[in-house]
């Protein structure tokens, strides 16, 4: 089944989502954006459909509209748009719940959550990428599989109490782990020592993490109990007390853990 859908966003997730729809065969026919050369950006690297600035939608040929924005922006842009009878909108947060869109004007509303990270700058298969669906309307619901299934295997039915968990977990395992990451990398260009030699660490640390098991994959010294070297950390970090008390906190929640 093949669908004709609107986007409304002009971020990351719309950046990567739009062509991709498109590839699967289905027809794109606008993409919203506050700023219309931002939408222009994406239509420009569609086939058919047209950037649009403002929210009246009411003669669009979409049978589905998809809002790709920031969380912040989904409550009012949801009551804003102007949707043509028998619609189905749809957000992509991972956090915001499914009621925010009942004072909407579509006949039909859902979650089409891609579970991923998004930059401009870097190629997305998603094949890779597991979507999270839910409506209470059941043949909504079958609709959003078929989409879903069209991009990747990987569909769910998660309802929101359960999405936002994931979204919580998304965090630490994602956004959390890159700090970090660039943590680590500010440590090592501030002593002047190439971030090169900690890339097979961190492949490694995050391969075995994933084989065996977080828990088990564990190492370190806070593990270890062994205070003598998490003291020596800590005062070497005492150039910025910040992060001082991030590793503290985090040595000391290992340390309680295990």
């Given amino acids: 089944?093949?669908?004709?859908?609107?986007?409304?966003?002009?971020?990351?997730?719309?950046?990567?989502?739009?062509?991709?729809?498109?590839?699967?065969?289905?027809?794109?026919?606008?993409?919203?954006?506050?700023?219309?050369?931002?939408?222009?950006?994406?239509?420009?690297?569609?086939?058919?459909?047209?950037?649009?600035?403002?929210?009246?939608?009411s003669e669009s040929e979409a049978e589905i509209?998809?809002?790709?924005?920031n969380d912040q922006a989904i409550s009012t842009l949801a009551d804003e748009v102007i949707l043509p009878e028998g619609s189905i909108l749809v957000h992509t947060s991972g956090s915001v719940p499914l009621d925010v869109l009942g004072y909407s004007s579509a006949s039909y509303t859902g979650i089409f959550y891609p579970l991923q990270t998004f930059s401009k700058d870097r190629t997305l298969d998603f094949v890779d990428v597991p979507f999270l669906l839910e409506s209470d309307d059941q043949t909504t619901l079958q609709k959003?599989?078929?989409?879903?299934?069209?991009?990747?295997?990987?569909?769910?039915?998660?309802?929101?109490?359960?999405?936002?968990a994931l979204h919580v977990?998304?965090?630490?395992?994602?956004?959390?782990?890159?700090?970090?990451?660039?943590?680590?990398?500010?440590?090592?260009?501030?002593?002047g020592l190439d971030y090169e030699m900690l890339k097979p660490l961190i492949i490694e640390t995050i391969s075995k993490s994933l084989e065996i098991g977080a828990k088990r994959a564990q190492t370190g010294p806070a593990i270890r109990s062994d205070f003598d070297t998490l003291e020596a950390h800590y005062q070497f970090l005492n150039y910025n007390e910040q992060v001082a008390e991030i590793y503290k906190l985090i040595s000391q929640d290992i340390i309680d853990s295990y």
């Avoid at 959003?144 to 936002?164: F, I, W």
């Avoid at 977990?169 to 002593?191: D, G």
């Fill in 65 to 69: 509209f998809i809002l790709a924005v």
């Fill in 144 to 164: 959003l599989k078929k989409l879903a299934k069209s991009l990747s295997p990987q569909t769910y039915v998660v309802k929101s109490k359960d999405r936002k």
């Fill in 1 to 57: 089944m093949k669908f004709k859908i609107a986007i409304l966003g002009t971020g990351n997730v719309a950046w990567h989502l739009a062509p991709a729809l498109e590839e699967a065969g289905h027809t794109l026919t606008e993409v919203y954006g506050r700023d219309l050369e931002k939408a222009a950006s994406i239509t420009g690297r569609l086939y058919t459909a047209e950037p649009k600035d403002d929210l009246d939608f």
């Fill in 169 to 191: 977990a998304a965090v630490f395992a994602s956004n959390f782990t890159n700090h970090m990451l660039r943590l680590s990398e500010e440590i090592m260009a501030r002593q």
